[in-house]
T-cell receptor, first 109, second 114 residues
Framework: GQNIDQPTEMTATEGAIVQINCTYQ??????LFWYQQHAGEAPTFLSY??LDGLEEKGRFSSFLSRSKGYSYLLLKELQMKDSASYLC??????????WGAGTKLIIKP | IAGITQAPTSQILAAGRRMTLRCTQD?????MYWYRQDLGLGLRLIHY???????GKGEVPDGYSVSRANTDDFPLTLASAVPSQTSVYFC?????????????FGPGTRLTVL
């Protein structure tokens, strides 16, 4: 079966750095996405990785290792507005997105 | 209209009733999708459409049907609602189904079936 694993919840302090991990087992791989979802709102796109390595976009970076079936999202200089759920999704061999359950990130002052 | 809109925002429905959730996009995207999101689970694909006139089944299609008569609209119908269909439903679209295109999501419909 196909499986995406992420921690259920994480807590971090404002101004700090947090790393959210995602491991996957899917039938085929055509890219990995990270989305942010604030409570009661729609998911919004953060990043996309298809090749191994780090993609940096402002305070957010995303890393991919295809051989390990592993990715992480790194958030720097945390702000209170970063409190949200972070969803990892893998596009499989049928080009369908398989979603993890999401990691709820709580930021404390 | 800017992006993707969904209607209604929320609905309480009696079991056995028929319900259509509406989704409209103005980005001229070819591909559209319907997901449901339940607590503790990832988004699950119900149905999708690669282009107007075609539809396909996702991971959890039973009890749902869709149509894609034109590029902009992708309604989702529950023929006879059951309590297990209580969920938040998101419509999404992307430029194409097979490319690296990002999926963009509507605001969601919160459906409660009693």
């Amino acid at each position: 079966g196909q499986n995406i694993d992420q921690p259920t919840e994480m807590t971090a302090t404002e101004g700090a750095i947090v790393q959210i991990n995602c491991t996957y087992q899917t039938s085929g791989f055509n890219g990995l996405f990270w989305y942010q979802q604030h409570a009661g709102e729609a998911p919004t796109f953060l990043s996309y990785n298809v090749l191994d390595g780090l993609e940096e976009k402002g305070r957010f970076s995303s890393f991919l290792s295809r051989s390990k079936g592993y990715s992480y999202l790194l958030l720097k200089e945390l702000q209170m507005k970063d409190s949200a759920s972070y969803l990892c999704a893998v596009r499989d061999s049928n080009y369908q997105l398989i979603w993890g359950a999401g990691t709820k990130l709580i930021i404390k002052p | 209209i800017a992006g993707i809109t969904q209607a209604p925002t929320s609905q309480i429905l009696a079991a056995g009733r028929r319900m259509t959730l509406r989704c409209t996009q103005d980005m001229r995207h070819n591909a559209m999708y319907w997901y449901r999101q339940d607590l503790g689970l990832g988004l699950r694909l119900i149905h999708y459409s690669n282009t107007a006139g075609t539809t396909g089944k996702g991971e959890v299609p039973d009890g749902y049907s869709v149509s894609r008569a034109n590029t902009d609209d992708f309604p989702l119908t529950l023929a006879s609602a059951v309590p297990s269909q209580t969920s938040v439903y998101f419509c999404a679209s992307s430029g194409s189904h097979e490319a690296t295109d990002t999926q963009y999501f509507g605001p969601g419909t919160r459906l409660t079936v009693l």
